[in-house]
């Protein structure tokens, strides 16, 4: 059954229920002494509940799609309605609201507005006009009918253009809602490619990782022991492998001191890794004229230096040691000086050309340990950190939390945490596009970091547009005040992006140790229950964990 059957089925089945209605009040009134005699009212109501009972006939049998057909059922129906109307003073009023339902089911039909316009007033003139025929030289019953006339037509007039409106309105809709589905399988589709391109970019990020390993294996090979460039290799913490290469080169080379020396071109400081022979006094001395003598100019252009007849005379750093030969070898890579290796012996002669190979390969190998440690970092601070926020991730955060809450209570000491979550957010992504949407969560993201370090805390992104504060060391109900000013600073900023603004706010939720909760899980539990709280209250409010929380639920 198409729809417009199946509409005017029930449109028909509420009509017929209608007249019945009708039927049991003029009845009741009969019965009750309001009324003596129907006259022709119950006639009329039957006959119109029989055209309704053939239209359905109709309907079941698929005849009543012809236009014609239909005007011809509603017309009928139409003509009762009007004689009740107009000779049945008693239920004129409920039959002049059937007589204007019954236009507008014919207007919410898909059938010309022309059409259902003209066949809409035409019943309640011609039962006017014959009324007026019987009674013309009754004053009040020509204004009456004239009354009744008009007022038909103006709402027939009112109501067929407001819901045409509707009609037109809804279409509209309809049109705007499906270009909207358009444009959200287009940017899904282009979400999967830029997905696709990410992974491949990671493999390739992950082949040129394992290239430049294999090249530093292979030069590695070629000069120095196996035992050294497997060290390297696998040890990342930078501090633990120079240590660790002083060790080998004072092992392998049997020099009496071995001094990796790490230069800071950002302000100038040194960091030294010694193994030595000699007591810790003398190496302070060391370290204090090894930078200020003219090795420091040697390293800088990147020059080797080899003396197998060095001696305190030539060089003031070597006060205090006993020093024959000596290796100085820069870590540098293209313009890049990161410091020297200096190797020392008693022995005068002890070094050769073969060993100042050996400490170019380690200098090299040092100097790949030292960018690579300084990549691992970087690595590890992409690893912890949110891409778009620049601010702390969630895998941060579960080791963070637990180690900071564990300090607390260890310390005896307060912690407070919240969580929030930026209202309404999909309507920024959806109203104003999905780069306004990243706007909106770079600011808060910013306001968040200004505000935590104020007090020494941590704000991580805890997944979409959700939130995670830690502030160490401070009671709850400060926290409470504290974040309360954070919302208000979000609250009363207007985000101004590409051409378009928009207000932001936020729900917040806020738990804390020792006030509420008893351990982690207690703290984030707590502490989204009480945002979720601010949400039910009407979202942009600050909610605190109720104290007696962990009571009720132990």
């Not at 293209?334 to 008693?346: C, D, F, P, Q, V």
């Not at 000013?485 to 804390?512: C, D, H, M, P, W």
Request: glycine residues 4%; charged residues 25%; aromatic residues 12%.
């Amino acid at each position: 059954m198409r729809r417009f059957e199946f509409s005017e089925k029930k449109y028909t089945n509420i009509n017929i229920s209608l007249f019945l209605l009708i039927i049991i009040y003029l009845e009741t009134n009969k019965i009750s002494g309001v009324l003596t005699d129907l006259g022709d009212a119950l006639i009329f109501l039957l006959a119109g509940i029989l055209i309704m009972i053939l239209k359905t006939y109709f309907i079941e049998k698929g005849y009543l799609e012809k236009k014609y057909l239909y005007l011809a059922f509603k017309i009928a129906e139409l003509l009762v309605i009007s004689y009740l109307i107009y000779y049945h003073e008693i239920i004129s009023l409920i039959a002049s609201v059937i007589y204007l339902l019954i236009v507008a089911e014919m207007i919410l039909q898909d059938f010309r507005h022309k059409s259902v316009f003209i066949s809409s007033f035409f019943p309640i003139i011609m039962v006017g006009l014959l009324k007026l025929k019987t009674e013309f030289f009754n004053y009040e019953i020509l204004i009456n009918v004239s009354c009744i006339i008009l007022i038909s037509i103006i709402f027939i007039y009112v109501i067929d253009s407001t819901l045409t409106n509707f009609k037109e309105d809804a279409e509209k809709d309809k049109q705007l809602l499906n270009e909207l589905q358009q444009k959200n399988k287009e940017l899904y589709k282009k979400n999967n490619e830029v997905e696709l391109l990410n992974k491949e970019l990671q493999e390739q990020k992950e082949e040129m990782k394992k290239t430049v390993e294999n090249f530093r294996n292979s030069v590695a090979e070629l000069f120095i022991l196996r035992e050294i460039s497997s060290y390297i290799g696998s040890i990342l913490d930078i501090e633990q492998l120079l240590e660790m290469v002083c060790d080998m080169i004072m092992g392998i080379m049997g020099v009496d001191t071995c001094s990796i020396i790490v230069y800071n071109e950002k302000d100038g400081s040194l960091d030294f890794h010694i193994k030595s022979i000699y007591s810790q006094d003398v190496i302070e001395k060391f370290k204090e004229q090894v930078w200020s003598s003219f090795i420091h100019s040697k390293i800088k252009n990147k020059e080797i230096i080899m003396d197998n007849n060095s001696s305190e005379e030539k060089y003031e750093f070597l006060k205090g040691r006993k020093v024959g030969s000596l290796v100085a070898v820069p870590l540098y890579k293209a313009n890049k000086t990161y410091g020297l290796i200096l190797a020392e012996h008693s022995l005068e002669n002890y070094f050769s050309v073969s060993s100042t190979d050996l400490f170019k390969a380690v200098s090299m190998q040092v100097t790949m340990a030292i960018e690579n440690a300084k990549l691992y970092e970087q690595m590890e601070d992409i690893a912890i950190k949110d891409g778009l926020t620049k601010i702390y991730n969630r895998l941060y955060l579960q080791n963070i939390l637990p180690q900071l809450v564990g300090e607390a209570i260890a310390n005896k000491k307060p912690i407070a945490v919240s969580i929030f979550d930026i209202d309404h957010f999909k309507q920024f992504n959806d109203t104003y596009g999905h780069l306004f949407g990243d706007e909106v969560l770079k600011t808060v993201a910013r306001f968040g970091q200004e505000m935590v370090d104020k007090y020494d805390g941590i704000i991580a992104r805890y997944g979409g547009e959700e939130f995670f504060i830690i502030l160490p060391d401070m009671p709850l109900r400060k926290a409470a005040k504290v974040i309360e000013e954070f919302r208000k600073k979000i609250e009363n900023y207007e985000l101004r992006y590409n051409g378009q603004n928009a207000k932001i706010t936020a729900s917040f939720g806020v738990s804390g140790y020792p006030e509420v909760a008893d351990n982690v899980e207690e703290l984030i539990k707590t502490a989204d229950d009480a945002m979720y709280l601010s949400k039910r209250q009407g979202r942009n409010l600050v909610s605190i964990a109720p104290p007696n929380l962990k009571i009720q639920e132990s």
